[in-house]
T-cell receptor
Framework: AQTVTQSQPEMSVQEAETVTLSCTYD???????LFWYKQPPSRQMILVIR??????QNATENRFSVNFQKAAKSFSLKISDSQLGDTAMYFC?????????????FGTGTLLAVQP | GAGVSQSPSNKVTEKGKDVELRCDPI?????LYWYRQSLGQGLEFLIY????????KSGLPSDRFSAERTGGSVSTLTIQRTQQEDSAVYLC????????????FGPGTRLTVL
């Protein structure tokens, strides 16, 4: 069974600085997808970034980028130029695509606080 | 609609009562998921619908939980004889085809069982 581990329950960063959130996963699959979702106090889960395992290039979305290390089964999220609006719970998630259910397996989350 | 919508936003009920939670997916999305977010269990998958196929109910925690999807669109999650451990946020997500497409989430329903 696949598992996702986020070892940092809480993190804090000053506005405009850079922060990295860690995520490791365990799987025997070769083809899979990894995601970072953000959940602000409004509860809405918002997709931040997505990475296909077959792609060697790290995904980037504006201030958000990942460091995907397939051999090490590591998928960290880097947030550059942190903004107050980045304050939220961040979840790392794994998905194994199949012909049936493509459910997401989530980590326990990292609560990020951006300080002014 | 523009996004996934869920109702009610919050629901408070008494132990032993039945509740119904509603999810309206993004128009045109064929895949629909229910997840539960609780303090003790984190985020866990409950059930999956894809088009007209039989749903994957493997994540439902007990036979008190059931869900249906009418006309391939709106879904209702029903919890019978609610227990205090059912208190959680219930999240619905939809995706275009369900295979490799990104899941988009609704705002969730916070259920509190007294």
């Amino acid at each position: 069974a696949q598992t996702v581990t986020q070892s940092q329950p809480e993190m804090s960063v000053q506005e405009a600085e850079t922060v990295t959130l860690s995520c490791t996963y365990d799987t025997s699959e070769n083809n899979y997808y990894l995601f970072w979702y953000k959940q602000p106090p409004s509860r809405q889960m918002i997709l931040v970034i997505r990475q296909e395992a077959y792609k060697q290039q790290n995904a980037t979305e504006n201030r958000f980028s990942v460091n995907f290390q397939k051999a090490a089964k590591s998928f960290s999220l880097k947030i550059s130029d942190s903004q107050l609006g980045d304050t939220a719970m961040y979840f790392c998630a794994f998905m194994r695509p199949s012909g049936a259910t493509n459910k997401l397996i989530f980590g326990t989350g990292t609560l990020l606080a951006v300080q002014p | 609609g523009a996004g996934v919508s869920q109702s009610p936003s919050n629901k408070v009920t008494e132990k032993g009562k039945d509740v119904e939670l509603r999810c309206d997916p993004i128009s045109g999305h064929t895949a629909l998921y229910w997840y539960r977010q609780s303090l003790g269990q984190g985020l866990e998958f409950l059930i999956y619908f894809q088009g007209n196929s039989a749903p994957d109910k493997s994540g439902l925690p007990s036979d008190r939980f059931s869900a249906e999807r009418t006309g391939g669109s709106v879904s209702t999650l029903t919890i019978q004889r609610t227990q205090q451990e059912d208190s959680a946020v219930y999240l619905c997500a939809s995706s275009s085809t369900g295979v490799t497409d990104t899941q988009y989430f609704g705002p969730g329903t916070r259920l509190t069982v007294l």
